[in-house]
């Protein structure tokens, strides 16, 4: 029960994986992505807790500190880099249509970040 409220984001990103209609070897690599970023936090510990010894301890609460005390901007951040490549994913994704030297130049920017 206590592993339960983790399971809704898994739960929602595979309905989204597989909604996305895209092949199977595209889902599968999606699929994996997500769960690279869902657990390498605890990767980064354990591998902290291997190669650090003694300094483990020491190293783990600076950056634990670090966070409970910058989270709000570390969060913001992340979400400045999300939203502004969400924006410009769509922008050049319409922008792009257009019969044009400048939307043959958004096609290809568009084709770079979403191949």
């Known amino acids: 029960i206590v592993?339960?409220?983790?399971?809704?984001?898994?739960?929602?990103?595979?309905a989204a994986i597989v909604?996305?209609?895209?092949?199977?070897?595209?889902q599968l690599v999606l699929l994996?992505?997500?769960?690279?970023?869902?657990?390498s936090p605890l990767i980064v510990m354990v591998v902290t807790?291997?190669?650090?010894?003694d300094r483990?301890?020491?190293?783990?609460?600076?950056?634990?500190?670090?966070?409970e005390h910058r989270w709000p901007v570390v969060?913001?951040?992340l979400l400045l880099v999300a939203g502004v490549f969400v924006v410009l994913l769509g922008a050049?994704?319409?922008?792009g249509r257009a019969h044009s030297r400048f939307g043959r130049f958004?096609?290809?920017?568009?084709h770079l970040i979403h191949p």
């Open 106 to 110: 958004l096609r290809r920017v568009h």
């Open 32 to 39: 994996l992505l997500f769960n690279i970023c869902f657990v």
């Open 56 to 67: 483990a301890v020491k190293i783990l609460s600076r950056g634990r500190d670090f966070l």
């Open 19 to 26: 909604g996305s209609g895209l092949d199977p070897a595209r």
């Open 92 to 95: 050049t994704g319409f922008a």
């Open 49 to 53: 807790l291997s190669l650090a010894g």
């Open 75 to 77: 969060l913001s951040v």
């Open 3 to 14: 592993e339960l409220p983790t399971a809704f984001p898994y739960f929602a990103a595979i």
